[in-house]
């Protein structure tokens, strides 16, 4: 299954810059302090808002500070933020949503009703206020914060899934063979909603990124870190958009979207997990149309 | 009938409430006082419309709903709905093949899994691998390693109909329940599918019970045949004298609407097939018409069939009726 999974070019693409992403997390204040010699917060005088040269690859902020340190560094901030919103949403979303569609009845009123609770809350709204009191908290806060308001909308669509799940020929078929509940629920209804789980779950990792980035851009999280929000944030107070330096906003922006591409194409490919006849359909396609073209190419001569 | 039967129905009804907008409910009434016995080794075939309550019936035989009133009596022991190993000692005995092959298998899980799962909730202690390769040549699946791997968009509806009937043999019951087993599948595979019940049935001891609308195919497979209308049991007995000698005005409906191809020609060299003036639609549920549920759409209703229900009539050879033609005639004579 995980072989196919990789068979597509979408998901290799993806996966790829994903990894790179990581890595870059992993790696990256390491990197530019041992290989590249270079600090995120160390200001350059003698060379302010340059634009990227031999010394500063990407060159450097209206204060002197190198951009390519900044973005790599920031890499950390923003995916550790991310990763957290993410897990702990989706986690919050699929205990809840498969729960109250596979109890039903008192426990499913309850979910519903709380999932409809964190539905209506301005999410924004709380997250800004909340992330404004503890200032500092760093992207394990913040993510923390987006994951708790951001399971909501998610959750609805699990419920809904799962009970139409429920009643399906299959699940009743495996219910009169004596299958456990648990194991209904895992082995029989799960595995069709890889696809939404897996959806919600990077959704919400990029969604985790842009709301810490948006935090950050509206001066919401701790002056010491550096992320690719605070990167942006500055660059607007430098303005660096009327100075026409280009080279300090546009590689966090640049990161962010292609984070959020390459996390999408990886979703190509989990759709096509729980969904098998998607890849069966697409292979029998290229065999036909291959079929087709050696026939088309033998009749020519 | 000589031996007792492995299951039955006593007097069941059942009942379901329905929420519509606005908190309004309603109930529809879906069976009524029905009694059914299923004997080892013998089909019984149940026929109606649709919407006449027979997946209800083989709902409730299945234990997913406890029935409004009455109850179902396995070798006599009555069975409520339960839970966990309770459930799975009823369901190694009671196994059922649902309707739509399309949707009964797990389009996630291949034959393999199927089967596996259902040896290993009832406890099969052996050679897995080789039992399962034995339940696919049972249902002729073959060559076994061919279709023990595959998914199920892989194979055809005939195919998958034969891989439920796999999962359901695999915990070796003793009442297997058709629900339409065939209704679904092409024409062309419908008898091979009817002779492997058949087969099942002979050579394995099964009571079957075989739900259908088409009584051609009651008639080939079953014994016995019962009539349902509109959640009532209108006419039951051996299936040649149900269908050679029907005494109840839906039975002839029934029979009259379904193609015999017999029938097509007559000595004259017309067709047949007897005009079907209006045939009238099968009543709601939840507002049902009083006394004989039939009584809107017979061409012979009397006053009384409005009023109640009428008493069981039964001839010697055990084919039987509740109808008030039958009823005043025994009383008169």
């Known amino acids: 299954m995980v072989l196919r999974f990789l068979s597509g070019w979408k998901v290799r693409a993806g996966l790829t810059v994903f990894l790179l992403f990581c890595l870059l997390a992993l790696l990256g204040p390491w990197f530019c302090s041992s290989v590249l010699h270079i600090s995120p917060t160390a200001l350059d005088v003698d060379s302010v808002s340059t634009p990227p040269s031999a010394g500063h690859l990407l060159g450097t902020t209206a204060s002197g500070q190198d951009v390519l340190a900044q973005l790599i560094t920031g890499a950390r901030q923003s995916m550790i933020a991310g990763l957290v919103a993410s897990v702990l949403g989706t986690s919050i979303a699929v205990l809840v949503g498969v729960t109250a569609g596979l109890a039903g009845g008192v426990v499913d009123s309850v979910l519903t009703a709380l999932t409809n609770v964190f539905l209506t809350m301005p999410a924004f709204a709380l997250i800004f206020v909340i992330s404004g009191y503890t200032q500092g908290g760093g992207p394990v806060v913040i993510g923390i914060i987006i994951g708790i308001f951001g399971w909501a909308g998610g959750t609805r669509a699990l419920r809904s899934q799962t009970l139409s799940l429920r009643n399906r020929d299959f699940v009743v078929a495996m219910r009169m063979l004596g299958e456990s509940r648990v194991r209904l629920a895992l082995v029989e209804v799960l595995p069709h909603l890889i696809g939404w789980i897996s959806a919600m779950f990077l959704g919400g990792f990029v969604g985790g990124v842009l709301a810490e980035a948006g935090l950050a851009f509206l001066g919401l999280s701790s002056a010491s870190t550096v992320s690719w929000g605070s990167m942006i944030s500055e660059a607007q107070q430098g303005n660096a958009l009327l100075g026409g330096m280009w080279w300090w906003f546009a590689p966090p922006g640049l990161c962010i979207a292609l984070l959020g591409a390459s996390v999408t194409l990886v979703n190509f490919g989990i759709d096509e997990i729980s969904n098998p006849r998607l890849r069966n359909a697409r292979r029998t396609l290229v065999r036909r149309a291959r ?6 190419a033998d009749s020519d001569e | 009938m ?24 309603a109930t529809v009434r879906a069976l009524e006082h029905v009694s059914l016995r299923l004997h080892r080794g013998r ?10 309550g027979k997946t209800t019936l083989a709902r409730l035989f299945a234990l997913m709903y406890q029935p409004t009133s009455g109850e ?13 190993s309770t459930a799975r000692a009823y369901y190694s005995e ?3 093949v649902l309707q739509d092959p399309f949707a009964s298998l797990n389009p996630m899980h291949t034959v393999r899994h199927n089967l596996r799962r259902a040896l290993r909730l009832h406890h099969f202690d052996g050679d897995l691998e080789e039992r399962m390769h034995e339940l696919l040549r049972r249902v002729s699946l073959t060559p076994t390693q061919d279709f023990i791997g595959k998914l199920p968009h ?9 891989v439920s009937i796999a999962r359901a043999l ?24 009817l002779n492997l019940l058949a087969s099942l049935r002979d050579e394995e001891g099964l009571a079957l019970l075989y739900i259908t609308h088409d009584i051609a195919s009651a008639r080939y497979l079953a014994e016995e045949i019962c009539v349902m209308y509109a959640g009532q049991l209108v006419e039951g007995g051996p299936a040649e004298q149900v269908i050679q000698n029907p005494q109840h005005p839906y039975t002839k409906l029934l029979l009259e609407a379904s193609p015999d191809p017999a029938r097509t020609v007559s000595a004259a060299g017309q067709s047949s097939f007897l005009p079907i003036a209006d045939a009238g639609e099968p009543p709601s549920l939840i507002d049902p018409p009083g006394g004989c549920r039939f009584h809107p ?30 009823t005043s005639e025994s009383e008169a004579s």
């Open chain 2, 72 to 84: 179902i009596r396995l070798r006599g022991e009555p069975v409520g709905v339960r839970r966990g």
């Open chain 1, 291 to 296: 079929q087709a073209a050696v026939k088309g």
């Open chain 2, 154 to 162: 892989e194979l055809s509806g005939g195919q998958r109909q034969r």
């Open chain 2, 94 to 96: 009671v196994q059922m």
């Open chain 2, 43 to 52: 089909t019984v075939a149940l026929v109606g419309e649709s919407g006449s």
């Open chain 2, 2 to 25: 000589p031996d007792p039967a492995v299951l039955e129905a006593v007097d069941v009804s059942m009942r379901f409430t329905v929420r519509g907008g606005l908190g309004r409910t």
């Open chain 2, 297 to 326: 759409r017979c061409p012979v209703a009397k006053a009384e069939c409005r009023t109640a229900f009428p008493a069981r009539t039964s001839a010697a050879d055990g084919h039987w009726t509740n109808c008030w033609l039958y």
């Open chain 2, 170 to 193: 695999a915990v070796a019951p003793k009442v297997l329940l058709g629900d339409e087993p065939i209704s679904m599948l092409d024409v062309s595979m419908r008898l091979d599918l």
